[in-house]
Nanobody, 120 residues
């Protein structure tokens, strides 16, 4: 059973910083793409950032220059450093990972979500 466990959310004032972590556990062979999504009330879930196993990163336009994604492959963990936070960054943030548990099939797994609230 593969699990993604997130931590690091919370309440912060505008302009502040938070660091999210997401660790994968369980039995699997490898992890391909890892990323962070967010969902604000009344809105669809959207991609915030992603990172390949080789370290290639991708960011949504509205977080470029403020958020930094990284991963520690030895710890099967992905991080999201969020700086210069804005009230519009308020959302539930979800970790996502493409994981190979056997053969060549990649399965997408989701974390339980962590609330990030930015006050003005």
């Amino acid at each position: 059973q593969v699990q993604l466990v997130e931590s690091g959310g919370g309440l912060v004032q505008a302009g502040g910083s938070l660091r999210l972590s997401c660790a994968a556990s369980g039995r699997f062979f490898s992890i391909n793409l890892m990323g962070w999504y967010r969902q604000a009330p009344g809105k669809q879930r959207e991609l915030v950032s992603s990172i390949t196993g080789g370290g290639t990163t991708n960011y949504a336009d509205d977080v470029k220059g403020r958020f930094t994604i990284s991963r520690d492959n030895a710890k099967n963990t992905v991080y999201l450093q969020m700086s210069s936070l804005k009230p519009e960054d308020t959302a539930v943030y979800y970790c996502n990972a493409e994981i190979r548990t056997g053969g060549i099939t990649l399965t997408k797994y989701w974390g339980q979500g962590t609330q990030v609230t930015v006050s003005s």
